[in-house]
């Protein structure tokens, strides 16, 4: 007997052994439930063949051919992905809404023995859950941001206290985007808005909202995907622990961590070129040789002092956030960032429960 979910917790979607996602591979590659295998009953282009014969042809027509691609499909999975799973089997599945994708896999599943579970309403029901909880909720979260100027290594220093047992959550690599103009991964798109906020869902769920949780101090866009209204609420009325680094070591920092881009020449004059046009022509120029002579750590310096410093100093102005400390860090050595990521532990632990 095919059983019926309507509700959606971590604790009951970790009891299923797979949660099988059977829409095409390009809506799973927009979003599905994290931790979602995806088993297509319908290609992207099955999918559409059968969307363009329903509209234009006829219902029945579309639907004869829709099944057999879908029993042809399910086979495939039968004697492919499928084929070591044992009795005991206990797999949740959905497709788009719960209607007739996700029907067909769990009718087959069912009969060869296993027991199988439909999620009432399927990917809309999921979304729906994260919509609520990331754009309707009021804020739940304790969260502290850790903050500085660029190059200080927030990044690296988050991931340091995640390690000691800290609550993190890495805005910036659920985003795939590092959060500046010279941020873009290479050859690693940034998910969609909704994959990102399902990530968000993810990694937020899996902590004790009740502690303080430490995320870096971001805009309200990493990249092009927007922070959602519950979690910039926290943000901003979330107290800060700020980083002091020298910009000499910030300089070094920025060289070895952003490597993709010194290594292509194209792309990081490309993006200097991008820059606010405020600096002139001149300016521009000026890094521009910089770059070409190989002089990484002196266009770091001056694209720090006479661009983002600045940036960061004006938003410093209008920063109304209740700071729990500053660190100072001399270098940003790996005992550097160690020894700060302990500083910052202690002062999160003050504003714990």
């Given at each position: 007997?095919?059983?019926?979910?309507?509700?959606?917790?971590?604790?009951?979607?970790?009891?299923?052994?797979?949660?099988?996602?059977?829409?095409?591979?390009?809506?799973?590659a927009?979003?599905?439930?994290?931790?979602?295998?995806?088993?297509?009953v319908?290609?992207?282009?099955?999918?559409?063949?059968?969307?363009?014969?329903?509209?234009?042809?006829?219902?029945?027509?579309?639907?004869?051919?829709?099944?057999?691609?879908?029993?042809?499909?399910?086979?495939?999975?039968?004697?492919?992905?499928?084929?070591?799973k044992?009795?005991?089997?206990?797999?949740?599945?959905?497709?788009?809404?719960?209607?007739?994708?996700?029907?067909?896999?769990?009718?087959?599943?069912?009969?060869?023995?296993?027991?199988?579970?439909?999620?009432?309403?399927?990917?809309?029901?999921?979304?729906?859950?994260?919509?609520?909880?990331?754009?309707?909720?009021?804020?739940?979260?304790?969260?502290?941001?850790?903050?500085?100027?660029?190059?200080?290594?927030?990044?690296?220093?988050?991931?340091?206290l995640?390690?000691?047992?800290?609550?993190?959550?890495?805005?910036?690599?659920?985003?795939?985007?590092?959060?500046?103009?010279?941020?873009?991964?290479?050859g690693?798109?940034?998910?969609?808005?909704?994959?990102?906020?399902?990530?968000?869902?993810?990694?937020?769920?899996?902590?004790?909202?009740?502690?303080?949780?430490?995320?870096?101090?971001?805009?309200?866009?990493?990249?092009?995907?927007m922070?959602?209204?519950?979690?910039?609420?926290?943000?901003?009325?979330?107290?800060?622990?700020e980083?002091?680094?020298?910009?000499?070591?910030?300089?070094?920092y920025?060289?070895?961590?952003?490597?993709?881009?010194?290594?292509?020449?194209a792309?990081?004059?490309?993006?200097?070129?991008?820059?606010?046009?405020?600096?002139?022509?001149?300016?521009?120029?000026?890094?521009?040789?910089?770059?070409?002579?190989?002089?990484?750590?002196?266009?770091?310096?001056?694209?720090?002092?006479?661009?983002?410093?600045?940036?960061?100093?004006?938003?410093?102005?209008?920063?109304?956030?209740?700071?729990?400390?500053?660190?100072?860090?001399?270098?940003?050595?790996?005992?550097?960032?160690?020894?700060?990521a302990?500083?910052?532990?202690?002062?999160?632990?003050?504003?714990a429960?």
């Amino acid at each position: 007997m095919i059983e019926i979910l309507d509700t959606l917790d971590r604790a009951t979607l970790a009891r299923f052994a797979d949660i099988i996602d059977v829409r095409s591979p390009g809506e799973f590659a927009l979003d599905h439930i994290p931790g979602a295998i995806n088993l297509p009953v319908l290609s992207d282009a099955q999918r559409a063949e059968v969307g363009t014969i329903y509209v234009q042809q006829s219902r029945f027509l579309a639907r004869r051919i829709g099944a057999a691609h879908v029993a042809r499909n399910i086979a495939d999975h039968l004697e492919g992905g499928l084929c070591d799973k044992p009795g005991s089997y206990a797999p949740l599945i959905y497709c788009w809404r719960g209607g007739q994708r996700s029907n067909a896999m769990a009718t087959v599943l069912e009969q060869v023995g296993w027991r199988v579970t439909l999620l009432k309403g399927g990917y809309k029901t999921w979304r729906g859950e994260v919509t609520r909880r990331l754009y309707d909720a009021e804020p739940e979260l304790r969260l502290i941001l850790l903050d500085g100027n660029t190059g200080s290594g927030k990044t690296e220093i988050l991931g340091r206290l995640g390690a000691a047992g800290v609550q993190t959550v890495d805005l910036e690599g659920l985003a795939g985007h590092r959060g500046s103009l010279f941020g873009a991964l290479p050859g690693q798109p940034q998910p969609s808005q909704k994959m990102f906020e399902s990530r968000l869902m993810e990694a937020f769920g899996a902590l004790d909202t009740s502690r303080p949780i430490v995320v870096e101090a971001e805009s309200s866009k990493i990249g092009e995907r927007m922070v959602p209204p519950t979690i910039w609420k926290a943000m901003l009325a979330a107290p800060t622990i700020e980083l002091s680094v020298p910009l000499s070591a910030r300089a070094r920092y920025l060289v070895n961590a952003y490597h993709d881009i010194i290594e292509d020449q194209a792309r990081l004059e490309e993006t200097l070129e991008r820059l606010p046009g405020r600096h002139g022509r001149k300016r521009l120029a000026e890094w521009l040789e910089l770059a070409r002579a190989g002089s990484f750590e002196a266009l770091a310096e001056d694209l720090m002092r006479d661009h983002y410093d600045p940036a960061y100093q004006r938003s410093r102005r209008e920063d109304s956030h209740r700071r729990l400390g500053v660190i100072d860090v001399d270098d940003l050595s790996a005992s550097g960032q160690q020894t700060a990521a302990e500083a910052i532990a202690r002062l999160v632990e003050t504003e714990a429960p």
